[in-house]
Structures are given as structure tokens and as C-alpha cells.
């Protein structure tokens, strides 16, 4: 189910901000994004796969909701902060995305996906919490789950 609400939204948050600024929409019909929001949303993006880089070299086992054998619970680097780093990354890129060409258009498709993430997390959330051994215990040290120092 996730797969097939998450895809239609995800490759319409890479067609529609390219067309938007392609097309003018967001000129024509809402306001012109300021030179600096596309600026900064172009900075967020490039912080997004800096960020998801350094959530592997700590964590090989981030993109996949099993237990291996042997997998431990990795409480280093950006995972001291946040627990579900991966998830944190897609929701700064998703609302980063459609600003970085400048699109207001495309900005609405940031909420349902960043709503599909927070319920994807929490289900994996519990699914960790009994499967893999220490999770509850990173869990009471690491304490937000998604937003640094909110949530």
C-alpha cells in the first residue's frame, strides 16, 4: 500500500516543479518564489544527499524494514540526534524540492508524502521495537523521532 500511494506522488514531485518552471504556473497563477527560497531549497536538496550518505556510512541497514542477522542497533553520528534519519532526510528534500525551481505549485505534494512518512515510520517504529534486540532502549536515549529537538 505504501509503494502505491507513495510513487505517483513522489515522481509527480519531480514532473510538476520542472513543467511549473518550464510553464511559469507559479508566476502566472500564485506568486513568484523569491531568488532566495530557490536558493535555499536548491541548498536543502544538496543537504538531503549529504545527509543520506552519511546515514549509510553509519547505518548499512537504513533502507530496509527487516532484522538481519547480526544487525545492531547504531546509535552514532547523526542517529545520536534522530532516530529514523532516513525519514528526517525525505521530508526536508520533499519540501525543499519544488522550491529549489522555484515552484509553489508543487509545494501541497510535500504534505500527503511527509503524512505517508510519519505513518510508514511509526509502523516501523513498532516493528523495531520488538524485533530488534535494544531498539527500546535507543529508543529512550535518542528521543525524537523524525524532527531534531520537536518530534
Known amino acids: ?5 507513495r510513487t505517483p506522488l513522489w515522481l509527480a514531485l519531480f514532473v ?3 513543467s511549473d518552471h518550464r510553464f511559469g504556473w507559479s508566476r502566472t497563477l ?3 518564489v523569491p531568488p532566495w527560497l530557490s536558493v535555499l531549497g536548491r541548498g536543502l536538496v544538496f543537504c538531503s544527499w549529504v545527509l543520506i550518505f552519511e546515514g ?6 537504513a533502507a530496509v524494514i527487516q532484522v538481519e542477522p547480526g544487525q545492531r542497533v547504531v546509535s552514532e553520528g547523526p542517529y545520536r540526534v534522530v532516530r529514523h534519519l532516513m525519514y528526517s532526510v525525505a521530508v526536508l528534500m520533499v519540501s525543499a524540492m519544488p ?4 515552484s509553489c505549485v508543487a509545494l501541497p505534494l510535500a504534505a500527503p508524502l511527509i503524512a505517508l512518512l510519519v505513518f510508514r515510520l511509526l509502523n516501523e517504529e513498532r516493528f523495531l521495537v520488538t524485533a530488534l534486540p535494544g531498539n527500546a532502549e535507543y529508543c529512550q536515549h535518542a528521543s525524537f523521532r523524525l524532527i531534531p529537538f520537536a518530534w
Not at 56 to 61: D, G, L, S
Open 1 to 5: 500500500m505504501w509503494q502505491a500511494l
Open 16 to 18: 510538476l516543479p520542472g
Open 30 to 32: 500564485l506568486a513568484e
Open 56 to 61: 549509510f556510512r553509519h547505518n548499512a541497514f
Open 99 to 102: 522550491l529549489a525551481p522555484g
